[in-house]
């Protein structure tokens, strides 16, 4: 059985930083691709930031050029760097994985992070 777990999220002032990461554990496994994922209250989850087992980045529009998605997609491990955060970036943060050939996805237990102004 695949774990993702996540940790560094917390409470930070607006304008501030947090890293998170993003490691897996349990059977062997193969991601083809990782990514973080939040969920605000009330709101539905969206997508954050990814990247494939071939380095290809993706970001939703309202994080570009505050947050850095990376990691070793072989070791699955993934982190985000998140710069220049403001409150409505406060929610539930969720790392996922995608096994490479069934196409399974797993989640992470999900870790809070707040923005306050």
């Known amino acids: 059985q695949v774990q993702l777990v996540e940790s560094g999220g917390g409470l930070v002032q607006a304008g501030g930083s947090l890293r998170l990461s993003c490691e897996a554990s349990g059977s062997i496994f193969r991601f083809v691709a990782m990514g973080w994922y939040r969920q605000a209250p009330g709101k539905q989850r969206e997508l954050v930031a990814t990247?494939?087992?071939?380095?290809?980045?993706n970001y939703t529009d309202s994080v570009k050029g505050r947050y850095t998605i990376s990691g070793d997609i072989s070791k699955s491990t993934v982190y985000l760097q998140m710069n220049g955060l403001k409150p409505e970036d406060t929610a539930v943060y969720f790392c996922k994985g995608q096994l490479r050939f069934s196409g399974v996805e797993y989640w992470g237990q999900g870790t809070q992070v707040t923005v306050s102004s």
């Open positions: 990247i494939t087992s071939a380095g290809s980045t």
